[in-house]
């Protein structure tokens, strides 16, 4: 049975709420920026402008700035390598900013998750928007494909959409049913990969719009983050504690978390070619391509309530991040490779490539970091 508007609405708001944080009444943080010592893993933060601002995703400009949705706040903001911040409202209230990355003509094309609008903004901050071809599709995350077309998740149509610079939309069905589809990066080939968080499967989509879909484990459920790197794409798997690779083949390696305090989220390659990945327990980390892990602390005495969220090498060849609670930006010395301690972690954990379209494993309720977890009861909302 094919989900009504009501019900999309409420599955995007619970998802929302536990991923995105955009409903949650926490104030932004006011603390000076805390710049490292020029080490490997030093980190050094940017209050951003507008309280509330719930910055989600992030990504590195055509201008030497990352560009930031402010999801909260109904705002896109650039920010230099030093921290300077200049925002820009979008033309649509309470549009749900959510995913952004850098596409055609030299602008940052973004999602509008609540106004069903993809909207592309210039380095000089004009703003133009493209609505989708009806309600309720819920547009999440937006990658550029091979084809150097925007290609986005649907949440509320589980499908993948693709639109072209003028704004030419088409809309591609995940064959899974409810399969929430999530974050979405493109692979070498041309393919575009993405996550289905509720269905705990990999999905695949070429430039002509076939889908292949790759079951993980019943641990590992509920994929986030998703990016190329060495040997595949790799992903988060934040229900199992882990970061996976998958190859084009659709082999899956599992590479456990050290410890069971991880919440591990988003991942991107940085400079160095190793993944670097979000921990929402307050920490950065760091994966090689074969398993070895280095994680940095994210400074302060409230590091677990700052919420590592996404993540991006910026054009300054640090890596970048959003803290969503604390309605700040994060940039990790990712350059010389000195410096930090390994965690070797046990043999990773190799499984077969699935057959596509397998019957989808049942669903568990999403975990949380606990500072969410504790906002979210005090809210009201888990």
Do not use: C
């Amino acid at each position: 049975m094919p989900h009504t508007p009501t019900t999309i609405r409420r599955r995007l708001r619970r998802i929302l709420t536990a991923s995105l944080g955009a409903l949650l009444a926490f104030a932004a943080a006011t603390a000076p920026a805390h710049a490292g010592t020029g080490r490997v893993g030093d980190i050094t933060e940017f209050p951003l402008t507008t309280p509330d601002s719930f910055p989600a995703d992030i990504t590195a400009g055509p201008d030497r700035a990352v560009w930031v949705t402010e999801s909260g706040a109904n705002r896109i903001a650039r920010v230099t390598h030093d921290g300077a911040v200049t925002e820009y409202p979008v033309p649509t209230p309470d549009s749900l900013p959510s995913g952004i990355t850098q596409g055609p003509g030299r602008a940052l094309w973004f999602t509008e998750a609540l106004a069903s609008k993809i909207g592309r903004i210039t380095a000089k901050g004009r703003i133009t928007e493209f609505p989708l071809p009806g309600p309720d599709r819920f547009p999440l995350d937006i990658a550029v494909g091979g084809d150097h077309a925007l290609w986005f998740t649907e949440a509320g149509t589980n499908a993948i959409g693709r639109m072209t610079s003028d704004g030419k939309v088409t809309e591609y069905p995940v064959p899974t049913p409810g399969s929430f589809p999530y974050y979405i990066a493109a692979a070498p080939d041309g393919s575009l990969w993405f996550t289905e968080q509720s269905a705990g499967r990999i999905g695949r989509i070429t430039p002509s719009g076939r889908i292949t879909e790759f079951p993980l484990a019943g641990d590992s459920s509920f994929p986030a983050g998703i990016a190329a790197g060495p040997g595949g794409m790799w992903f988060t798997a934040d229900d199992g504690n882990a970061v996976g690779r998958i190859t084009p083949r659709g082999e899956i390696t599992l590479f456990p978390m050290p410890g069971s305090d991880s919440l591990v989220y988003d991942i991107t390659r940085g400079p160095d070619g190793r993944m670097w990945f979000t921990d929402q327990a307050g920490r950065i980390g760091r994966i090689s391509r074969d398993g070895a892990i280095t994680r940095y602390d994210v400074p302060g005495p409230a590091a677990a309530d700052k919420v590592a969220f996404r993540i991006t090498t910026g054009p300054d060849r640090d890596v970048w991040f959003t803290e969503l609670v604390a309605g700040s930006v994060g940039r990790v010395q990712a350059l010389p490779r000195r410096g930090g301690g390994h965690t070797t972690l046990p043999a990773p954990v190799t499984l077969p490539a699935p057959a596509p379209h397998a019957a989808p494993t049942a669903g568990r309720p999403l975990r949380l970091a606990p500072a969410v977890e504790r906002l979210l009861r005090q809210k009201g909302l888990r």
